[in-house]
Nanobody
Framework: QVQLEESGGGLVQAGGSLRLSCAAS????????MGWYRQAPGKQRDYVAV???????NYADSVKGRFTISRDNAKNTVYLEMNSLKPEDTAVYYC????????????WGRGTQVTVSS
């Protein structure tokens, strides 16, 4: 099993920056990739970014050039650096880990609120 805990959300003005953290615990050696998703009120949960165990990254078009995903393997932690924030970035941000034990499984954190004021 893999457990995740996000932190770092908050209230920021448009144009500002925040850094989210996602700490993994449990069977972290089974993790293939970790990513960030977000869900705004009344909307579906959307993909934001992912980083593989090999360090390959991918971003949604809406955040490309503004957000950066990175990982610290020694701390089993993934970060999401968010710059040039816009009001439309307001959402609950969730961390997800894809891990394998025979089959593939997903673990989700509880989420952290990011609010960008105009």
């Amino acid at each position: 099993q893999v457990q995740l805990e996000e932190s770092g959300g908050g209230l920021v003005q448009a144009g500002g920056s925040l850094r989210l953290s996602c700490a993994a615990s449990g069977s972290t050696f089974r993790i293939n990739s970790m990513g960030w998703y977000r869900q705004a009120p009344g909307k579906q949960r959307d993909y934001v970014a992912v980083i593989t165990s090999g360090g390959t990254t991918n971003y949604a078009d809406s955040v490309k050039g503004r957000f950066t995903i990175s990982r610290d393997n020694a701390k089993n932690t993934v970060y999401l650096e968010m710059n040039s924030l816009k009001p439309e970035d307001t959402a609950v941000y969730y961390c997800k880990a894809e891990w394998r034990r025979g089959n593939y499984y997903d673990s989700w954190g509880r989420g952290t609120q990011v609010t960008v004021s105009s």
